[in-house]
């Protein structure tokens, strides 16, 4: 099969090895005499894995070796020279398992190989083989698939642990998957074997972290739920969750809950027959394969079958099971045929059975006993107990099981066995009577009836109160949790990790101690540590274990073991030969080992009938503790002279010699230091390392002291803490401030302890598989952070305790509560302290302290390892320095708060106990008169205490008596300190500053002054969060942040302040709240508000705040903001001195409302003043013009929404002095005005149709004029007069468009930091833009990546100071088009409250024709003061209409005469750079006015347009006079020429009307005419193909052909086109050449205004 000679040629010759060296011994014999075997690898073994006659081992590189007797090859290989499986070459094996009788490997892909004995289909259907093969010679891959998922998946598995029959697999979401036979499985099924790999449902949705198989039962490590779980889930969610769905009180609940010690199971009766088929697997005794593949002997099971003839029927048992005619009881394996499971019911009789019943049962019973052979060793027989209960697989009864343990008590006989004969006998040989057996059954029974324990089971086992009940109460067989379709997530794990047996890591990368053990499978020797010896279909959890933080189960074949974090070892099941290591009763549930003092196990491990322990002694190298059978019988010779006869063991018989307890193995010292331990069969195995440079000592000596640690932690909690705690919760004596501070003691304790605890448990991982763990990967230096927190917080809290004196109450209490156990607590405290007659409680709970030390002094070691440029170093020596530093921080505290209880003591009194808080600490004090106050009286006394948090001065004190009139407490936080320079008074003095008051202090000597200085310093320091070093005196601390509440007089008085703090005063960022409701967030600047800052002040009249967002100088508002009253008026804009002040817009109330009304203007001291334009909403009027102090003073206009515009002067708040007044219709009155609308004195009225009335007017104009004057009617043809003229002449009353909106650029000067229009620093301007563009972009984290992008550009400074030529003439443009698009830009800014108010004042009421001439001239003084500002920034940039020149050519381009006659001249006006920036967003409102004005031309035009563009294009060409040579002849539709013919529309000139027409896509002068340009350039394209050789245009043939154009593009406002450009065009161009295409359209548009309508 496997030739030895296959190994790799690097493992030919064996070479010394420092790591995984592998010992290996029998456990049978004394210990003197056992010797253990060093097997010589060439590779590290990294685990080793036992089973009952073979072993493998795994090596370094994936290599896995087997040894033993390889029964499924016919191969007996002896350790010395283990075989390689060279089928899993390759395939990077990181864990292997070894069964009863079969193998199994896990790869590094979490895949799976199995092989070996397969009769119980324990190696599952692998790939290569099918249901009927027995035996699996070669590893082969089983997949595990999980089914529940959509669609179906792998599972990665992580662990293997393999019992005799049965295989179970941990896959990498903590699921536990089973397959084999028996109820071992734990699965919901009713056929075996269970061929393929199902899950165990019943611990769906736990955390399963270790699994462990024995013989016949299972044990599972899990993680424990949240207690919160069970009481708020629903009942389905709990099942799910893996709880028993019988589970349904609550904790605080009492009810009546039946014990799982006298409650079955399998309480079920078998309403099917189990038909009498022999099963295909082989039963009975294990023999060598013969080559038919059956076994040698026939199994028990045969017997029975076909004995046939046990058809006694059973009733009435007392556990109340009942089987049905013809089903035979068990089966010598514990697991039913291959046939399906009977229905079950419960059945509730517990009578009595009658004599032929419990003869029947004994015949059974005798029929199922062991066939013997002929030699027999310890371990190859079994009792009659295991028979009689172990093989009721389907159904335990506990009839067989009280007649075990009847047996087992009563009658200590062994069962007799012919060793001649390997027939088995009809009955059992052991003289047991009927009559015993029924008085057993009634002595059983009436236990039952009365509630108390069984012989086999202790009552006083059961859990103590309800909260400690079985979480899966025991029952009728659940059909497990309801399986749950979810998608597929396999989550990967860590690659080659061998140790997959250790727990999974919690969120904070340690192990989780709140575990549970859950147990199911076969119990006739109580390995299952339910308190009986009842079989279970399924995991049920083993309460007692529960909260004991179990971190390692393993399974021998017949009991069990469990392994806390602190060092205990708990052991179940057979104890024959003393595996158990105790002597305790029963041993149907978990009982302690008895360890000798001083012994911390760390690791287990079980065999067949013996346990291995390994644990931490004396010294730091480990020790070996072994208990089980030490005596080898003679017969185990003949065992090992007839290699082809197995043992078919399922319990051991008791030995003949063995140990109460566990006992040391001497030779283990020699070794070296194990690592790990593994038993299997009778054969223990020990992995070893070698110390090499002190790492490994290093590494075990780590982890040794924090598993001693956490065993002191643990008893001090027990002995100590816990009854304290309790006494304490029951009948405080401690007093209030104490008994807090004591359970806040207690819960850091707690806290620290679980993480000893934790870590502790992470330790002994890392000592299992230091070869393939990384030293940076320990967390002492992965979670730093952590462990320094904990220590930090549990330091603080016994210190703070200890301060208030807690300790002395506590000494009292502990002698109260503790009497008996004083000795105990001595014991506990630190060897090296001086203890007096009571136990030093101070010193008790200071000593976790010190291992801080022990950290920082084994990280020094290990990083002695490696050479100082190594990663591994600079990691262990960085975590060295923080535990030492910490160390040392932490024992300068303990000094600390014993100063402060002595200071207290010294000073105790009514007035000091104000001042006594559990975090406060003493530094220092003037007591001796050391520090007093400057100038002070003769007779005065003062007194200054320094504690860690405040300063406190005291007056009127008398030191000794603790006694004081007035104190005043300075919090440190908000206290500075500097020394006055000695004068020639020499005072040795310092100054201290807080918020409200500064005070100078003298010392008596400098040494005092320096001791105050430095003392003060390091305390201001630590509570900002220094490492309270200190710094050089008076210049610490100066900025800072804090808390205070002022208190003194003034604006801030009562206000708590939170934020930035500069040598005494409010500085920087902060926020300041009043008790009244008032708030202040934003910037400070020497004790006031001084920048952006928000602001609320309530007003108690309307019961809503006042708020205010803006900027603030020297603690009032100023700058823009925006203010939103609390009667609804909004005012955004500009401030001075927190008034209204510059630019500002004010909107009152809402549409709804009856004054609903908005203002943008210039304010002055909070007053309307100067040129401003108010909507009054509800009267629909608006004024444009003058303010004086909040009334209409001076020139205005005012339209209405009746289309009345008025303009004139005002006075006093009303129209007064001359103005003129036009109507809609154009009629128009010019005279002395009164009154708002009323007329009063001369005037002159012209009315639409020429008319005209002079004379003197009176009277209000909507009412009606009384006149006295002539009428002048004017005759036809007459040239209108001057008059007339003069009447109708608008603007000669209105503010010039230069007057206008001063106050806006203002602003914008005031932000580039000058004080008027261009007096300023250009430098200065470009900083103040920076810092304006870098803050705002701080402060606005929700930006865009092209807002930022932009921002970002923004903040750097162009290049300013330089000449303009036409090449950087671009990068200026650029810059003015990203600043004008960003308003966080002054220019930005600008630009967007030009628009604002250019909207306010031409948008709704103010869209009133009249206005155009303002609104063109308000642009173009726009465009005049923005050319300012920019020659101001850019002082290279010409006047308006200035010429920029080229850039100075090269001396090489100087010669070349073709660049010097392209040189060109650009010429640059206010209008050609900033037009374009302004007018696309002033152009709706601007373009709505030329509409208006040019409304009854424009319908003229239109007319026209609609009536001549009826006519096919040749009419049209022929009617407007072209001239045929231009006419086109060929169209081109989509690429095809087509002829034009007569009736041909819209085919001529098509791409120069489609250019055309885009002129009303453009805003600007400039755009348009650029359209006009180029369709007199598509025009010329199109006609140059008609006519021969090179032509130029005349004015005759163009315009005929343009007004075509003109009249196809049908462009609807093409008056309003023509204006805008004519009034808004860049004078520079009017006379070249696009102002006379542009005088073109002009003409074509008066020509077709002038188009006859006939």
């Not at 172990?390 to 335990?396: E, G």
């Not at 360890?595 to 346990?611: N, Y």
């Not at 604006?1051 to 302040?1057: E, G, I, L, P, S």
């Not at 308006?1440 to 040189?1463: F, K, L, M, V, W």
């Amino acid at each position: 099969m496997e030739c030895r000679e296959e190994r790799p040629a690097d493992e030919q010759a064996p070479t010394p090895l420092e790591r995984g060296l592998l010992h290996i011994w029998q456990s049978v014999g004394s210990c003197a005499q056992v010797c253990p075997e060093r097997v010589f690898l060439s590779r590290p073994v990294l685990q080793t894995a036992l089973g009952e006659h073979h072993g493998l081992l795994l090596t370094q590189g994936g290599l896995v070796y087997s040894f033993g007797e390889l029964l499924w090859r016919d191969l007996s290989v002896p350790v010395s020279d283990p075989v390689l499986e060279a089928s899993l070459l390759g395939r990077m094996v990181v864990r292997v398992a070894a069964g009863g009788f079969h193998c199994g490997a896990l790869s590094e892909q979490g895949n799976v190989y199995v092989w070996g004995e397969n009769t119980a289909g324990q190696c599952g259907l692998t790939e290569r083989g099918i249901a009927a093969n027995i035996t699996v010679s070669e590893p082969c891959p089983l997949t595990v698939v999980d089914s529940d998922v959509v669609p179906p998946a792998a599972v990665r598995v992580v662990n293997l642990a393999f019992g005799r029959e049965h295989s179970l697999a941990l896959s990498a979401q903590n699921e536990l998957w089973a397959w084999g036979s028996g109820c071992q499985l734990g699965l919901v099924t009713n056929t075996f074997p269970v061929w393929r790999p199902q899950k165990v449902e019943h611990l769906s949705g736990r955390h399963v972290i270790q699994v462990a198989c024995g013989a016949y039962h299972s044990l599972a490590l899990v993680r424990s739920l949240p207690p919160q779980n069970y009481n708020t889930q629903k009942p389905s969610e709990k099942r799910e969750r893996g709880q028993s769905p019988h589970y349904t009180v609550t904790e605080k609940e009492e009810p009546f809950v039946v014990d799982g010690g006298h409650y079955c199971p399998l309480g079920v009766e078998l309403t099917e027959v189990m038909t009498s088929e022999t099963s295909p697997r082989r039963r009975g005794p294990r023999r060598r394969l013969q080559p038919g593949g059956r076994s040698a002997g026939s199994s028990p099971a045969s017997v029975a079958s076909e004995d046939g003839k046990s058809n006694t029927k059973q009733k009435n048992l007392p556990a109340g099971t009942k089987l049905e005619p013809d089903d035979p009881l068990t089966q010598t394996d514990g697991s039913p045929k291959s046939q399906p499971l009977p229905g079950c019911r419960s059945n509730k009789k517990s009578a009595f059975p009658d004599e032929m019943e419990l003869q029947s049962l004994l015949q059974k019973l005798s029929c199922h006993s062991l066939e013997m052979h002929h030699t027999s060793g310890p371990g190859d027989t079994d009792s009659l107990s295991s028979y009689t209960s172990d093989d009721s697989c389907v159904s335990s009864t506990p009839s067989t099981d009280l007649l075990t343990s009847s047996y087992k008590e009563d009658f200590p006989i062994k069962s007799q066995s012919n060793n001649n004969s390997g027939l088995a006998v009809p009955y059992s040989s052991s003289p047991v009577c009927l009559e015993d057996v029924r008085l057993c059954l009634e002595a059983e029974e009436q236990a039952l009836k009365g509630k108390k324990s069984s012989s086999l089971t202790n009552i006083n086992q059961r859990g103590n109160t309800a909260a400690n009940r079985r979480r899966s109460l025991p029952g009728t067989p659940t059909r497990g949790s309801p399986r749950r379709r979810r998608p597929c997530a396999c989550k990967p794990s860590s690659a080659g990790r061998t140790q997959a047996a250790a727990p999974e890591e919690a969120d904070d990368g340690l192990p989780s101690l709140d575990t549970e053990v859950w147990s199911w499978g076969r119990g006739s020797e109580g390995q299952l540590g339910h308190g009986d010896q009842l079989a279970r279909l399924q995991p049920l959890c083993i309460k007692p274990l529960t909260g004991e933080e179990v971190i390692q189960v393993a399974a021998g074949s017949h009991h069990s073991l469990a392994l806390t974090a602190h060092c205990q070892v708990y052991s179940w099941g057979s104890n024959m030969c003393g595996q158990l290591g105790h002597v305790n009763s029963p041993v149907t549930v978990p009982q302690q080992t008895k360890l000798s003092d001083g012994l911390r196990v760390w690791d287990v491990s079980a065999g067949q009938s013996h346990s291995l322990l390994l644990a931490d002694g004396d010294c730091v190298q480990p020790v070996l503790l072994y208990c089980g059978q030490r005596q080898e019988p003679m017969s185990a010779q003949s065992e090992r002279s007839n290699p082809n006869q197995r043992s078919c063991q399922r319990s051991p018989n008791r030995a003949e010699s063995y140990t109460v307890r566990p006992t040391l193995l001497p030779f283990c010292m020699e070794m070296g230091y194990a690592s790990s331990v593994c038993s299997g069969g009778q054969n223990c195995t020990v992995l070893v390392d070698q110390n090499v440079m002190g790492f490994i000592s290093a590494i075990h000596e780590m982890a040794s002291r924090e598993r001693q640690f956490y065993c002191w932690l643990n008893s001090v909690r027990k002995l100590l803490l816990t009854p304290l705690r309790n006494r304490e919760s029951s009948c405080p004596s401690l007093g209030e401030p104490c008994t807090h501070l004591f359970f806040s003691l207690c819960e850091s304790f707690v806290r620290l302890s679980t993480l000893i605890g934790r870590h502790s448990t992470s330790l002994t991982y890392f000592q299992h598989d230091v070869q393939g763990r990384d030293v940076t990967s320990l967390p002492l230096l992965m979670q730093t952070e952590h462990f320094l927190d904990s220590y930090k917080e549990y330091c603080s809290s016994v210190g703070n305790f200890q301060v208030m004196g807690g300790f002395q109450s506590l000494r009292k209490l502990s002698l109260e509560c503790l009497d008996s156990q004083q000795t105990v607590l001595a014991q506990l405290c630190v060897s090296d302290q001086s203890v007096g007659g009571d136990a030093d409680l101070v010193s008790l709970l200071y000593r976790p302290l010190q291992q801080l030390h022990q950290y920082s002094r084994v990280l020094l070691k290990l990083a002695a390892c490696y050479d100082v440029l190594t990663a591994e170093y600079q990691s262990l020596h960085q975590g060295f320095s923080q535990y030492e530093s910490l160390s040392l921080s932490l024992l300068r505290r303990k000094k600390e708060a014993e100063t402060t209880l002595l200071f207290w003591k010294t000073h105790s009194g009514k007035t000091t106990e104000v001042l006594r808080l559990p975090q406060r600490r003493v530094v220092c004090e003037s007591s001796n008169r050391s520090l007093t106050l400057q100038n002070a009286g003769r007779f005065s006394n003062h007194w200054f205490m320094l504690f860690n948090d405040v300063l406190v001065h005291t007056q009127g004190a008398i030191p000794s008596q603790s006694l004081f009139s007035t104190h005043h407490v300075y919090p440190l936080t908000c206290l500075w300190v500097k020394p006055v320079t000695e004068d020639s008074s020499s005072l040795y003095a310092i100054k201290i500053t807080c918020p409200e008051e500064s005070f100078t202090v003298v010392a008596s000597t400098p040494q005092e002054k320096n001791k105050w200085l430095r003392s003060i310093n390091q305390a201001v320091d630590q509570v900002l969060g220094g490492g309270g070093q200190g710094s050089s005196p008076g210049v610490m601390g100066m900025s800072r942040t804090a808390s205070y509440t002022f208190t003194g007089e003034g604006r801030f008085k009562d206000a708590k302040y939170t934020g930035g703090w500069l040598a005494g005063r409010v500085h920087g960022r902060g926020t300041m709240k009043w008790p009244d409701g008032q708030m202040y967030s934003g910037n400070f600047k020497n004790g006031l508000e001084d920048g952006y800052g928000e602001c609320i002040i309530p007003n108690k009249t309307l019961n809503k705040p006042d708020i205010y967002q803006g900027h603030w100088r020297e603690g009032k508002i100023h700058g823009f903001g925006k203010y939103k009253y609390a009667s609804g008026e909004v005012y955004e804009g500009c401030f001075s001195d927190g008034q209204r002040h510059g630019y500002g817009m004010l909107s009152s109330g809402k549409m709804a409302k009856k004054s609903s009304s908005v203002f943008i203007g210039h304010w002055v001291h909070d007053k309307k003043t100067g040129y401003g334009v108010y909507d009054d909403i509800t009267r629909g009027e608006k004024y444009m013009g003058v303010w004086l102090d909040e009334q209409r003073h001076g020139s205005a206009v005012v339209v209405t929404q009746h289309g009345v515009y008025y303009e004139g002067t005002f006075r006093d708040n009303k129209m007064s002095g001359p103005g003129l007044l036009v109507s809609d219709d154009d009629t128009a009155l010019h005279g002395e005005f009164s009154d708002d609308w009323t007329v009063n004195g001369k005037g002159v009225l012209s009315l639409a149709n020429g008319d005209c009335l002079e004379g003197q007017f009176s009277g209000e104009w909507t009412a009606g004029l009384k006149v006295v004057g002539t009428y002048t009617k004017p005759v036809v043809d007459e040239p209108e007069s001057k008059d007339r003229s003069s009447v109708l002449r608008l603007g000669q009353y209105v503010v010039p468009a230069g007057q206008r909106w001063v106050c806006v650029f203002d602003e914008c000067w005031s932000r580039l930091g000058c004080d008027a229009p261009g007096r300023g620093e250009r430098a200065a301007a470009w900083e103040n833009i920076a810092v304006t563009i870098t803050t705002a972009r701080r402060h606005s984290p929700d930006l865009s990546k092209s807002q930022t992008k932009v921002l970002e550009c923004l903040e750097f400074i162009p290049q300013h100071g330089e000449p303009v030529t036409t090449a950087n003439y671009d990068n200026i443009r650029r810059y003015l088009i990203k600043a004008c698009e960003t308003p966080l830009h002054p220019l930005g800014w600008l630009v967007e409250t030009l628009v604002t108010v250019y909207r306010m004042t031409y948008v709704g009421v103010g869209s009133n024709c009249r206005l155009l001439r303002q609104a063109v001239q308000e642009v173009q003084a726009y465009l005049t003061h923005f050319y300012c500002i920019v020659r101001f920034l850019f002082p290279g940039l010409p006047d308006d209409g200035g010429i920029i020149p080229d850039p100075p050519a090269s001396p090489a381009g100087r010669h070349n005469s073709d660049t010097a006659e392209q040189a060109s001249v650009m010429v640059v006006s206010c209008s050609s750079l900033l037009l374009p920036l302004l007018l696309p967003r002033l152009y709706p409102p601007l373009f709505t006015l030329y509409c208006l004005q040019e409304e009854r031309e424009e319908a003229q035009y239109w007319e026209r347009i609609l009536r001549i563009n009826k006519q096919p294009d040749q009419s049209l060409l022929n009617f407007l006079g072209v001239q045929e040579k231009f006419w086109p002849v060929w169209m081109s539709i989509l690429g095809e020429r087509k002829q034009i013919v007569s009736t041909s529309k819209d085919a001529c000139f098509v791409s120069a009307v489609e250019t055309l027409q885009q002129i009303s896509t453009t805003f600007t002068p400039s755009d348009k005419l650029l359209v006009i340009q180029k369709t007199f350039e598509e025009l010329t394209q199109e006609v140059k193909p008609l006519l021969h050789g090179d032509f130029l245009w005349c004015m005759d043939d163009l315009l005929p052909l343009f007004l075509y154009v003109v009249f196809r593009a049908r462009i609807r406002n093409l008056g309003a086109e023509v204006n805008l450009i004519e009034d808004l065009m860049d004078p520079n161009v009017q006379h070249g050449e696009l102002g006379m295409m542009f005088t073109t359209l002009k003409a074509c548009y008066i020509q077709i205004q002038r188009e006859p309508t006939t």
